[in-house]
């Protein structure tokens, strides 16, 4: 990235060339299908959410677009871990760029099953995400990152089979996102990424029921901007450990305001459904604050704005 | 930025374009024409856009629109007022800055060598408009324009304007023959012919009945809801008799056998 000096970022345990993430489900993951340079300005590519078993994902209407937002509600649609590690994993590495593997799981015999099918592939995996917005079936279905418990659990047994970077792509819907940060940092999570999508809901008002089938969806899009950019504030306040900044970016100000919050690096997904060029201007717009307050390397903006 | 999204050879990309023309149709339905920025390919009938205005964030997303005729520099839109998104697009005059992601997914296939029955239902005539004046010189083509009748006088004289011996029918009778347009195709069919669908999913699904009479191919080209364009997002899938399909990129359009596999 001609003109982007200082962007290189060592973000927990994983090297990226920028500090911009393509999130989780936003990313085809067939490298046939991406659009010539629309990879530019990014520093890593995170996968679709996989399971253990493929899922179909859930029936009936999966998107509904709100108020500068968009409500989904796709269901973990993917092809299962063993068909992503034999196929996928392999054809993403053509972007030439850490790829991050998301991991979703019902139950830790799950979580356990998932990560050692992937470790005989671990010099393609940037880094795990660990995703704990699905629900434990051994807690009644709740939440695993709802539950401190749960959580601790959860990202303690990851890190015991997964040497190599271990990140958790925490839920927003959190009683305190502080403290579920520390819980990841103290079970030996490498950075917390903060967060994923807000639980919301639509009505047919024709239809007299609920849009979609599952009731609610999570919200994403710039609508969700300032809560993603609170809890940033408030998870990087609590730990040591990055923060990646997740939830809402549009406008490459937004990607610097995440950093100034707290944010080591930034996810960006929804914005991508309307700009492919949104991460390589997120990277002039950082190069530019860099230079034009002497700064040495975007790291150093993280977190400028709690001094 | 070369893509292989569609088969047919175009590129899919973000581009920016600015409204030249916009007139209403009739019956809450308009044709606008964009000019593209930086020129465009001319995309496969079917194939589409995700059009929306530049630096708006609400509503969203770009609403998907298959062009009714492209230039090297301008495509010709039709759409209806359904919602938040089309009442916005409806309502930019001209001069306007949009932005647009295309030509994305897998349009209708070029001349074939059958006769040709294109079956349209209200706005799925959209396609065919393109396809119409693109293949009416090398091939013997009939579109069949279906209605629900009272207050579509304008769009149905307006796409008539467009399309040489458009045949017309109205659920009411007002307009054309009465009754639908999968039974006007049935009235018109010869063995072997090739059909292409677009519009209501009833319709659609009713033109397996063409199967009966010893059509040969359907293609059918599908509405969804969709986010991303390119096969990224998912938000467009369905379930077909080959498994998960994403209708931007594996579609929009599709044999006929693949998305109805239990009709009949």
């Known amino acids: 990235m001609p003109g982007n000096a200082g962007l290189h970022a060592e973000v927990g345990g994983l090297s990226i060339g920028s500090p911009v993430i393509v999130a989780s489900g936003v990313w085809p993951m067939e490298p046939s299908l991406w659009p010539e340079k629309a990879l530019e300005g990014v520093g890593a590519l995170c996968s679709k959410g996989l399971t253990l078993e493929p899922r179909t994902g859930n029936s009936g209407k999966r998107i ?22 034999k196929n996928e994993l392999i054809g993403l590495q053509t972007c030439d760029k850490p790829v991050l593997v998301n991991v979703s ?3 830790i015999r799950e979580l356990a099953a998932i990560l050692e099918k992937l470790l005989p592939s671990r010099s393609l995996v940037g880094a795990v995400e660990l995703n704990v917005s699905c629900p434990n079936v051994s807690r009644g279905g709740m939440t695993w990152g709802l539950d401190p418990e749960g959580l601790e659990k959860a990202v303690s047994f990851a890190r015991k089979i997964w040497q190599g970077p271990l990140w958790v792509k925490l839920s927003p819907q959190t009683s305190s996102i502080g403290e579920f940060s520390r819980i990841c940092q103290d079970c030996g999570a490498q950075a917390v990424v903060v967060a994923n999508t807000w639980l919301g809901m639509a009505i047919d008002n024709d239809e007299e029921k609920p849009f979609f089938e599952r009731i609610f969806a999570g919200l994403s899009g710039p609508a969700i901007f300032p809560l993603a950019l609170r809890a940033v504030w408030e998870a990087a306040g609590a730990v040591d450990i990055p923060v990646i900044g997740c939830g809402g970016i549009t406008r490459p100000e937004d990607a610097l305001s995440m950093m100034l919050a707290g944010a080591s690096a930034v996810e960006v997904g929804t914005a991508l459904f309307h700009d492919l060029s949104l991460p390589a201007a997120i990277c002039s717009r950082l190069s530019a604050h860099i230079e034009a307050r002497s700064l040495g390397s ?3 903006i993280t977190g400028r704005a709690r001094r | 930025m070369a893509l292989n999204v569609s088969v047919q050879g175009a590129e899919t990309s973000d581009r920016k374009g600015r409204i030249v023309l916009t007139e209403s149709v009739g019956r809450g ?7 593209i920025e930086s020129g465009c390919c001319r995309p496969d009938p079917g194939q589409f856009f995700l059009i929306r205005e530049r630096g708006v964030f609400d509503p969203l997303l770009g609403r998907p629109l298959a062009p009714i005729a492209s230039s090297n520099n301008s495509l010709d839109f039709l759409f209806r007022i359904v919602g938040r998104g089309t009442s916005h697009m409806a309502s930019l005059p001209p001069g306007t800055e949009v932005d647009l992601r295309g030509p994305c997914g897998r349009g209708f296939p070029g001349p074939v060598k059958r006769r040709l029955i294109l079956v349209s239902g209200s706005l799925g005539i959209a396609p065919f408009l393109d396809a119409s004046a693109r293949y009416r010189d090398k091939m013997e083509v009939t579109v069949i324009l279906g209605v629900p009748g009272n207050g579509w006088e304008e769009f149905a004289k307006w796409c008539s304007s467009r399309v040489p011996g458009l045949r017309i029918t109205s659920d009411d009778g007002t307009l054309g023959n009465r009754g639908n347009a999968v039974e006007e195709a049935l009235s018109v069919i010869e063995p072997g012919d090739e059909v292409w669908g677009c519009g209501p999913n009833a319709m659609l699904r009713e033109l397996g009945h063409l199967f009966k009479i010893g059509s040969g191919r359907i293609l059918v080209s599908l509405e969804s809801r969709m986010a991303c364009g390119i096969g990224g997002c998912l938000g467009c899938s369905l379930p077909t008799a080959t498994g998960m399909k994403r209708v931007c990129v594996d579609g929009p359009v599709f044999e006929w056998q693949e998305i109805f596999p239990n009709a009949w």
Do not use: M
Request: glycine fraction near 12%.
């Open chain 1, 64 to 85: 509904c677009e709100s108020y500068s937002g968009l409500l989904n509600s796709i269901g973990l649609q993917n092809p299962g871990i063993d068909h992503f590690v």
């Open chain 1, 105 to 107: 799981f019902e139950s």
């Open chain 1, 298 to 300: 975007v790291g150093e």
């Open chain 2, 29 to 35: 339905c308009r044709h606008i024409r964009v000019e």
